[in-house]
């Protein structure tokens, strides 16, 4: 099919020809690991004066009246006390975090950005608020912001992107590439790292999740806090089957406000208990992940 | 007022990691919160809640089926959660519509009998943002409960927790000490108002029945499947710092007979821990402020 094409920017198709996994040549991991698990947390700032992005509680007799307190605190939860409690896990299995945060939210949130620094965590950015690509008003002045406001609060420039709720422009990837950032995560099409052409040198695209992600399951599917686990070892245990041969990686996103809940919080650090002991499972960064791609995958078209 | 201020402009961020511990008297970890719903769904207006769609998908007035539902809360769901709080000699914190008082006498004179305490939850069910003079609505739950009880309440809870920016200082200028409308923390806190500071204490969104069993949709079991693990890891915090486990249910939710087993379940689990306290918002807030001094004047 031909479809029409954007003033600016590109169709998905013409970033990357479409690819089955089964005829690529095999990628290989070291010292004979199987997959890569990546861990991406998120965090915002949610502006109070602003319809709420998600809500656990409606309005009696609907609507949404503004402002909207109790959603507001429920996530500001997260920030209070949710993300310690996550930190506590990642910190008790010694993953490597990466944390996709708003550029705003690295002001709000200064002891946030100093925990996951001391852990030399990754950060990559993730809008300069949480708003819609396509409603930002200026889409290369936020992508840019968000690198001087990361390289400020941490010493080093984000090499990753992940957009707000995912979203794009036809222009994203060009924008990115154009900036300076070594790779994407938008594009939830793949269980390996694959190449997006720009309109300049390429950039890669990484295996993020819309599955394994607490948003997806917990806020829109609404399935009890089990299920978060239950799937991610579902998940887990399909990709580690089929990472036989060639290497392929899984990704597993969390909101503090949402796995952070008291109730939630075990099934999330369950997930670790049992895959961790795995040992040809590799706990990466993004950033690691692309390292790795960059060397031993296909070369850039 | 002209220019009332943002939540952030209330609090502060605080990570809790960062606060020192608090501690309940004696050998104390724990309080278990109970919050019950008691409301008035005015057959005028739309329902609070629906169940069951209509028909065409077009939610059509008088809707009779749903203020029904509610009221089987009244007329049934709620002499279970009398029944099981003085068997457990229990005395929750009421969240209730003023109009109780006038509309379920019967009820409301079961509650101040059984000691449980009032507090103020509107004068009828309904988003405040659509209330045409808060400060006359609210003067006006407090004197209704107060007229009622011999007490006035000091604590607060919006209908559906609903907020406009300006209701704090509404709120602390007719004397109210403590809201559970900001479910931020899994402490009290204390946030500024025109009026001086106004204590928020934990109340929670996601042990509450509206949104497991109308909005979400869980199976029955789950409030207490969820129950038991927020009460699990919070209890296992709190050999550290007091933390404080809030349950909110509604007669006409949790009061259904396929659902008021895993309820009293809830209880069981509960009490088979040390250190637990079954306090309610009054009493919460007493020790709070006994314990608070610093925050509070930070506050004024």
């Known amino acids: ?301 | 007022m002209a220019n009332p201020m943002i939540p952030r402009e209330r609090s502060d961020f605080s990570a809790i990691v960062d606060r020192p511990p608090l501690k309940l008297p004696g050998n104390a970890r724990i309080v278990f919160w109970t919050i019950v719903n008691y409301e008035v769904w005015d057959i005028a207006k739309p329902m609070a809640r629906q169940l069951l769609p209509a028909p065409t998908g077009v939610p059509l007035m008088p809707d009779v089926v749903h203020w029904a539902f509610h009221e089987y809360g009244m007329r049934v769901g709620c002499w279970r959660f009398f029944e099981l709080f003085k068997k457990l000699k229990i005395k929750p914190t009421l969240s209730a519509n003023a109009r109780i008082c006038e509309d379920y006498p019967r009820v409301a004179e079961q509650a101040k009998r059984d000691g449980w305490e009032f507090m103020g939850h509107a004068y009828e069910q309904g988003p405040i943002h659509k209330e045409p003079d808060q400060p006359a609505m609210i003067k006006r739950t407090l004197d209704t409960m107060e007229k009622f009880t011999g007490k006035r309440p000091v604590g607060w809870l919006g209908p559906g927790l609903t907020q406009t920016l300006e209701t704090p200082d509404h709120l602390t200028a007719a004397g109210i000490k403590y809201i559970g409308d900001w479910v931020y923390d899994d402490e009290p806190t204390v946030i500024r108002t025109a009026n001086g500071p106004l204590v928020t204490l934990p109340y929670t969104i996601e042990l509450n029945d509206i949104p497991m069993m109308l909005i979400q949709h869980h199976e029955s079991d789950y409030l207490l499947k969820r129950a038991i693990d927020q009460f699990d890891r919070l209890y296992a915090e709190s050999k550290h710092r007091a933390k404080i486990c809030a349950l909110a249910i509604h007669p006409y939710i949790s009061g259904q007979p396929h659902r008021i087993k895993y309820l009293e379940a809830i209880y069981k689990h509960v009490n088979k821990h040390k250190g637990v306290l079954h306090w309610n918002g009054a009493q919460m807030l007493d020790w709070y402020q006994g314990i608070a001094a610093k925050q509070l004047k930070a506050a004024e």
């Open chain 1, 1 to 301: 099919m031909n479809f029409p094409k954007p003033a600016v920017g590109m169709l998905p198709n013409d970033r990357l020809g479409y690819s089955p996994i089964a005829k690529r040549k095999a990628l290989k991991l070291p010292k004979g690991a199987r997959m890569v698990v990546w861990t991406i947390t998120n965090v915002e700032e949610w502006d109070p004066t602003q319809t709420m992005p998600r809500t656990v509680l409606t309005p009696p007799a609907g609507g949404s009246p503004m402002p909207d307190i109790p959603n507001w605190c429920w996530h500001e939860y997260g920030n209070r006390v949710g993300f310690w409690r996550l930190l506590q896990i990642y910190d008790e299995f010694k993953i490597p975090g990466v944390m996709n945060i708003n550029g705003v939210a690295v002001e709000a949130f200064p002891d946030i950005v100093k925990a996951c620094a001391e852990r030399n965590w990754e950060f990559i950015g993730h809008g300069f608020t949480q708003r819609n690509m396509q409603k930002v008003e200026n889409e290369r002045a936020d992508i840019r912001k968000c690198i001087e406001v990361l390289e400020r609060a941490t010493g080093k420039r984000p090499r990753g992107w992940l957009g707000p709720g995912l979203t794009e422009t036809w222009e994203t990837p060009d924008i990115l590439a154009e900036e300076g950032y070594d790779y994407v995560a938008d594009w939830v099409l793949d269980d390996q790292p694959v190449w997006l052409k720009t309109r300049g040198k390429p950039i890669l695209n990484i295996p993020y999740t819309q599955e394994c992600n607490d948003v997806a399951m917990m806020l829109i599917q609404h399935h009890k806090a089990s299920e978060f686990y239950e799937r991610a070892m579902d998940q887990f245990e399909q990709i580690y089957k089929d990472a036989k041969g060639s290497a392929r990686v899984m990704a597993i996103s969390v909101h503090p406000y949402i796995m952070g809940a008291p109730h939630r919080a075990k099934y999330f650090r369950r997930i670790f208990e049992k895959i961790r002991k795995k040992r040809d499972v590799l706990f990466w960064t993004g950033a690691q992940i692309a390292d790795w791609y960059l060397k031993s995958g296909p070369k850039a078209p």
